[in-house]
């Protein structure tokens, strides 16, 4: 078990809070970030946070700083489908959950051919990928923790040996980013996904292809259920969107 601090650091906030005028389209690709007197006023924090924040979104290639003329939003190629994704689940609760059913589709899929495709040194990736969530749970580092979450679900889908599959599966969880930040806040919930994500990588490394199907599908109905019970609070109804209960019987 793990106890992460009870209130993310203020940069992590800050960070995230970018992220997502990024994810939205208020800060598109190609744009200069409003200069840092506006950011300051906008995110009411101080220089600090606001300069480490644009730090550490540089460090992972969401930004980049140029001397005298300003900070920029740069990107990847599938940038734009993410964005456009981004866009249409980002109000629309609805939309959300139910692009995590496709998740469900497309992810359980993969967990088949990955068990059975998978190499030796694509499985030692998503060990890594499992650790890697699992300390930064233990660290409390929010950010981090919805990374290591996305790579893992992402390695998964490159050990079924489908590019094409993996980029989908890419996207999706690049749309619900958000998210998974939101449900990964909850100590509980993250807790759950590491346990879950260890059943899925025993059953992989077991060559348990309908046990590794059940434990995604499992996974995914889980997340699935923390979003609603999350939007329905706010709503002042957890019963709105009620969660689908997974009643998979998968072939080997």
Request: charged share 25%; proline share 5%; hydrophobic share 40%.
């Amino acid at each position: 078990m793990f106890a992460p601090p009870e209130e993310l650091k203020l940069v992590h906030q800050v960070e995230a809070r970018l992220e997502d005028l990024m994810a939205t389209g208020e800060f598109v690709v190609g744009s200069r970030l409003p200069g840092e007197r506006a950011l300051l006023k906008l995110l009411n924090v101080s220089r600090p946070v606001v300069r480490e924040a644009i730090s550490r979104l540089e460090s992972r290639g969401l930004l980049r700083v140029y001397p005298s003329r300003g900070t920029f939003v740069t990107g990847t190629p599938e940038w734009g489908v993410k964005a456009q994704w981004q866009s249409w689940v980002a109000r629309d609760r609805g939309k959300l959950l139910a692009l995590l059913e496709v998740r469900e589709c497309l992810e359980v899929h993969a967990a088949a051919l990955a068990t059975e495709r998978a190499s030796e040194s694509h499985l030692a990736e998503l060990r890594l990928a499992q650790l890697s969530f699992e300390q930064q749970c233990e660290r409390g580092s929010l950010a981090d923790m919805s990374h290591w979450d996305k790579v893992f679900h992402y390695q998964i889908a490159v050990c079924s040996g489908n590019p094409v599959l993996a980029s989908f599966i890419e996207n999706v969880n690049e749309t619900v980013r958000s998210a998974r930040r939101s449900i990964l806040a909850d100590p509980e919930v993250a807790q759950r996904s590491l346990d879950d994500h260890r059943r899925i990588l025993e059953a992989m490394e077991r060559r348990d292809a309908a046990e590794a199907m059940r434990a995604v599908s499992l996974h995914i109905a889980s997340t699935r259920e923390a979003i609603a019970r999350i939007g329905g609070e706010a709503d002042g109804d957890a019963s709105v969107y009620p969660p689908r209960s997974p009643s998979v019987d998968p072939a080997p």
